[in-house]
């Protein structure tokens, strides 16, 4: 069976990208003890799942790698970024990082499980921490489809916000708990009944950054193996110039290392993708799979390499493996690229550097 050197390359890469994807996720930031002692370095800046869990921490890169769990510590935070704090939640009957989102008269937390919804909670000096109930379950009966909702959290949030009536309008304009209306409540909540109190967010709002990839060099098509779809309409086996471009959007609701891409390649194809792409400095793993939607099921591809931060730009060295039906291999190919950020975060003059 013919090796060629792109598939050689492609292997290669996979390989570096395995065993480098956890590791260069770290970003500058902070723990704070259980004695409120605070160290800085770089925590590992996972999934929201994940960062609620376990606090991957080192004070520099050749320190040694140590991991936290919500006993172990008080929080921890990333520099102009997210916060965490160890909280005891009843319905998991353990302690779990939250995000914290602010900190006033009524205080809000976030968190995000495997199944990616969205859940907040609320907590006062004299009421304890609450999760705000919110779910839709669909309802088959009889042939009938309809959706029940459960809404608890406009209930609670009145509640806890009884000691100022005029929140009651404000509360019951809520379809649903989401970041925006549960830091816009609380900050006004805070403002009405201590007007003088300093009231954090410590979310730094943001918008998704969007990123331009442009990559070329060399595939060869088609591999040895019996396939009954010619995607090139040619037969020879051979080389032929390989490139791509494509638009890359942010998925933060999911990490901030998962972009959405979609795109033009090679022989015509149409990708929609799913990408992981950490940030950090020197050489960093990227990743992606991606579906032709000009193709449909005929093509796949899974895409591994190595990332250089610049300045402005990043270069890439990519290897890319196209497969038929989700299983057979069909093309390899090896490019060059550059990914350019056209939209930039802007920092939020409320997120704060430090825990008071």
């Given at each position: 069976m013919?090796?060629?050197?792109?598939?050689?390359?492609?292997?290669?890469?996979?390989?570096?990208?395995?065993?480098?994807?956890?590791?260069?996720?770290?970003?500058?930031g902070y723990i704070i003890t259980l004695q409120l002692d605070t160290i800085y370095g770089q925590i590992n800046n996972n999934s929201y799942k994940e960062n609620s869990l376990i606090c991957k921490f080192r004070t520099n890169p050749s320190d040694t790698l140590r991991s936290y769990t919500p006993d172990e510590l008080f929080g921890y935070r990333f520099i102009d970024g997210k916060f965490y704090v160890s909280r005891f939640v009843p319905q998991q009957k353990r302690a779990v990082f939250l995000e914290y989102l602010v900190k006033g008269s009524l205080d809000v937390y976030f968190q995000q499980k495997d199944d990616n919804v969205n859940r907040f909670y609320i907590a006062k000096d004299t009421l304890p921490l609450r999760l705000l109930k919110y779910e839709v379950k669909d309802i088959y009966d009889n042939g009938l489809h309809y959706q029940q909702l459960n809404n608890m959290s406009q209930i609670l949030l009145e509640y806890y916000t009884k000691d100022c009536p005029e929140m009651v309008s404000v509360i019951r304009k809520m379809k649903k708990p989401e970041h925006e209306n549960m830091i816009r409540l609380a900050t006004e909540y805070h403002r009405r009944v201590c007007p003088g109190g300093t009231c954090q967010v410590f979310e730094k709002k943001m918008p998704a950054k969007v990123f331009l990839s442009v990559?070329?060099?060399?595939?060869?098509?088609?591999?040895p193996f019996k396939t009954k779809i010619d995607l090139i309409n040619t037969q020879s086996p051979g080389f032929y110039f390989s490139n791509a471009v494509n638009l890359l959007f942010q998925q933060a609701w999911v990490s901030e290392s998962t972009y959405f891409g979609i795109g033009f390649a090679d022989y015509k194809r149409i990708p929609v993708s799913l990408m992981h792409m950490p940030e950090g400095n020197g050489l960093l793993p990227i990743a992606s799979y991606e579906i032709d939607i000009n193709h449909l099921n005929a093509s796949q591809n899974l895409m591994v390499g190595i990332r250089l931060p610049l300045k402005k730009i990043s270069l890439t060295l990519t290897g890319n493996l196209t497969t038929l039906m989700f299983l057979t291999p069909i093309a390899t190919s090896i490019r060059l690229g550059m990914i350019y950020q056209l939209k930039a975060p802007r920092r939020d003059s409320r997120s704060f550097s430090a825990f008071e």
């Open positions: 013919r090796i060629t050197i792109s598939t050689f390359v492609t292997a290669f890469l996979l390989y570096f990208s395995g065993v480098n994807v956890i590791a260069s996720n770290f970003k500058s990559s070329m060099g060399i595939g060869y098509y088609p591999l």
